[in-house]
T-cell receptor, first 116, second 114 residues
Framework: GAGVSQTPSNKVTEKGKYVELRCDPI?????LYWYRQSLGQGPEFLIYFQGTGAADDSGLPNDRFFAVRPEGSVSTLKIQRTERGDSAVYLC??????????????FGPGTRLLVL | AQTVTQSQPEMSVQEAETVTLSCTYD???????LFWYKQPPSRQMILVIRQEAYKQQNATENRFSVNFQKAAKSFSLKISDSQLGDTAMYFCAFMALSGSRLTFGEGTQLTVNP
């Protein structure tokens, strides 16, 4: 079956612009995660959705970052007034959660964002 | 808060040989999971192996096995019969049973030489 897909693969924007990054999780996966991976580092957690609601958004760095998942499937990460420091690979993952047993997270190929 | 440390930024191994990647972690949680993910140049993170902290038996997946030492908070990955396709960045990751986020280490770049 299809894995997690992310679009666009690469995004170049100018400082101050608004960007949207999209994630299509594996069909039937109820949990969706966003991570940010800066160059030479491991991914860092941003936000986690269970269904349509954000169950944990404590990793969002500031109020310029926002994510939605209106129908419990596709998610969009939105970044306002982009800054050069936002340049990174943004990874999305999904999992099929079972109560009391955290399931493996399956990752997409990421979106590489470059803010000039 | 949890931390994960990978003290080897780079490792290399000859094809068909065995290599061990190190990982240590710090947590106050008693119930958790540990993972090794592989990230090739394509950027896609691929699960290599997973260990439940309550299990004493070390996990194995074909050529990949772990040495899980709970008291020492150590979780190393052993790759046997290394193949050229194993060349990638390897990340150790922690997940508390009480939460859902993964906490990753800094990664180890493994190069398998022919």
């Amino acid at each position: 079956g299809a894995g997690v897909s992310q679009t666009p693969s690469n995004k170049v924007t100018e400082k101050g612009k608004y960007v949207e990054l999209r994630c299509d999780p594996i069909s039937g996966h109820t949990a969706l995660y966003w991570y940010r991976q800066s160059l030479g580092q491991g991914p860092e957690f941003l936000i986690y959705f269970q269904g349509t609601g954000a169950a944990d958004d404590s990793g969002l760095p500031n109020d310029r970052f926002f994510a939605v998942r209106p129908e419990g499937s596709v998610s969009t990460l939105k970044i306002q007034r982009t800054e050069r420091g936002d340049s990174a690979v943004y990874l999305c993952a999904s999992s099929l959660t079972v109560a009391g047993d955290p399931e493996t997270q399956y990752f997409g190929p990421g979106t590489r964002l470059l803010v000039l | 808060a949890q931390t994960v440390t990978q003290s080897q930024p780079e490792m290399s191994v000859q094809e068909a040989e065995t290599v061990t990647l190190s990982c240590t972690y710090d947590t106050s949680e008693n119930n958790y999971y540990l993972f090794w993910y592989k990230q090739p140049p394509s950027r896609q993170m691929i699960l290599v192996i997973r260990q439940e902290a309550y299990k004493q038996q070390n996990a194995t997946e074909n050529r990949f096995s772990v040495n899980f030492q709970k008291a020492a908070k150590s979780f190393s990955l052993k790759i046997s019969d290394s193949q050229l396709g194993d060349t990638a960045m390897y990340f150790c990751a922690f997940m508390a049973l009480s939460g859902s986020r993964l906490t990753f280490g800094e990664g180890t770049q493994l190069t398998v030489n022919p």
